[in-house]
């Protein structure tokens, strides 16, 4: 009989077979300069192109936001010509605009040009110190009523609602409640586009499709930085970054529409379908026809659910792999149904990630810009430092008060509101920038888990687009089965 053998380890590398920490690294690396640049580059131009939609479409949207529907010029409305005209009553009753109220619809932006200029004439003529408090807080309690009253425009509203799904799942996180990080993520991912479709389907379709390009060439960036220094330790420029996106915002682009369209076409054919019933006699025949018509909607909601779980994986897809649209939908579907459970794993941990990032950046901005306001409110009394102050993590977008004195103290709270408007920026730019980076890095472990490619081997000069093929081997004729050669 012979002896049993033994065997010796002398060591196990955990973070070779422990792979998921390296999702938490994108933490630290998202706040890279680089990144939060071009976060921030993203940011503003989403913002500018929304408040452009804004001011030239009118304001539909309820006040109470976009879960309590389109604005009723009718009965809405009434509530708020009431409230604007007991404004100009109160601070601008001697004013041109009053005396065509009753037989006017007030306009909001108008009206509180009125009782700025109203109030601060006023204002000049009151000598006790608490009689001009009192009158200051009657003003800004105005103000909030008319902003309480008036509609709000479709990506005002949208920007709110994202970020107050954003709050909920990293407040979800850090209570240890699923019910709520679901529920978030819920309101971002299918409520949000949900509530659009059905009462802003325009804004939905060209906002979003503007929406797809920046983060194209914003998300392909972050990516491509992320790909290169998980998988070679090496950090890229800016402008080598910018330009790899650049050079491929199409493929990236497809990557993200191809799903969408695709699923646009399944359920235009189940319309066709469904025409039938409208048909006599042909009703009989739509009526067989159902169970195709089910078959075609298996295919629609697998498209749909694929892509609201491995969307997140297509940019990162083409930054890793310099490949086409299709191939990374390919690669980005085919882990979902390979691996569910690991990719699943994977954005939970992500979540965790978003979550301290999130806190991280917020208390940072938080207490930089409480501290300041008080320092300055400790030197100066000024007017304009009635816009600092009051920040709380969960509430960085939070109204200031107005500042309705004289040019220069408007010029100077624009001034200030500009600058801290800056900082609550960034702390977006590192949501975007931790998203992308987060997404690479669980893109390059489930590529690992599902072909048992390397996370070392992405693209990069010099090798064929869309492997990691080195040109010079596929011209020397070395054929298909040529040892791919990484970035390490």
């Known amino acids: 009989m012979s002896s049993p053998k033994r065997l010796i380890v002398d060591g196990v590398e955990f973070p070779q077979i422990v792979q998921f920490p390296k999702i ?33 479409a009118l304001s539909s949207v ?49 009206v509180l040009s009125e009782i700025a200029a109203g109030y601060r004439e006023k204002r000049k003529l009151i000598t006790d110190d608490r009689v001009r408090d009192n009158f200051d807080r009657q003003y800004t309690a105005t103000v909030a009523s ?59 379709l060209l906002y979003g499709l503007l ?34 996106a650049m050079a491929g915002w199409f493929r990236l682009l497809v990557a993200q529409l191809v799903p969408l369209l695709l699923t646009g076409l399944v359920l235009l054919v189940i319309v066709i379908m469904a025409v039938l019933l409208l048909v006599p006699l042909l009703d009989v025949l739509g009526g067989l026809l159902y169970g195709l018509a089910l078959a075609f909607g298996f295919l629609a909601a697998f498209l749909l ?9 297509l940019v990162p897809a083409v930054a890793c792999e310099n490949g086409d649209g299709l191939d990374a939908m390919q690669r980005a579907y085919a882990y979902v149904v390979t ?33 300041t306001a008080e320092m300055f409110a400790w030197v100066s009394g000024h007017p304009a430092l009635n816009v600092t ?41 590192y949501v975007f920038s931790y ?15 599902s072909d048992g490619q390397d996370i070392e081997e992405v693209w990069q000069p010099g090798m064929i687009q869309g492997t990691t093929v080195a040109v010079s081997h596929r011209a020397e004729g070395t054929g298909a089965g040529d040892t791919p050669i990484g970035s390490g």
């Open 62 to 110: 309820h006040p109470d936001g976009l879960e309590a529907g389109r604005w009723d010029s009718e009965t809405d409305g009434r509530t708020l010509q009431m409230v604007l005209r007991g404004a100009l009553s109160q601070f601008a009753e001697s004013r041109p605009l009053t005396e065509a109220a009753s037989n006017t619809d007030l306009k909001t932006g108008d």
């Open 211 to 244: 929406f797809m390009i920046v983060f194209s060439v914003g998300g392909g960036a972050i990516a491509r930085m992320q790909a290169l220094q998980t998988a070679a330790q090496r950090r890229i420029r800016l402008g080598e970054a910018v330009d790899f």
């Open 24 to 56: 938490l690294g994108a933490v630290t690396s998202a706040l890279q300069p680089s990144r939060l640049i071009i976060g921030l580059l993203m940011v503003v131009a989403l913002i500018t192109f929304g408040r452009v939609w804004d001011g030239l």
């Open 389 to 429: 102050g009051g920040f709380r993590m969960f509430d960085l977008l939070h109204t200031a008060d107005p500042v309705a004195g004289a040019w220069h103290e408007r010029w100077t709270a624009s001034g200030i509101t500009f600058w801290q408007t800056v900082v609550v920026c960034l702390v977006a730019a």
């Open 339 to 371: 691996r569910p459970l690991h990719l699943l794993f994977y954005w939970a941990v992500a979540l965790v990630g978003l979550a301290l990032g999130f806190v991280l950046v917020s208390l940072f901005a938080v207490v930089m810009l409480n501290l």
């Open 146 to 204: 008319i902003n309480d009253a008036r509609p709000l425009g479709v990506f005002e509203a949208s920007a709110i609602y994202a970020g107050q799904s954003v709050h909920q799942v990293v407040a979800g996180v850090l209570s240890l409640d699923f019910g709520m990080v679901l529920s978030g993520v819920e309101r971002l991912v299918v409520t949000l586009p949900s509530h659009l479709w059905t009462n802003h389907h325009w804004f939905l």
């Open 305 to 313: 659910i694929g892509y609201a779980v491995g969307s997140h994986l």
């Open 435 to 449: 998203h992308f980076s987060a997404a690479t890095v669980v893109y390059l472990l489930m590529r690992l888990a």
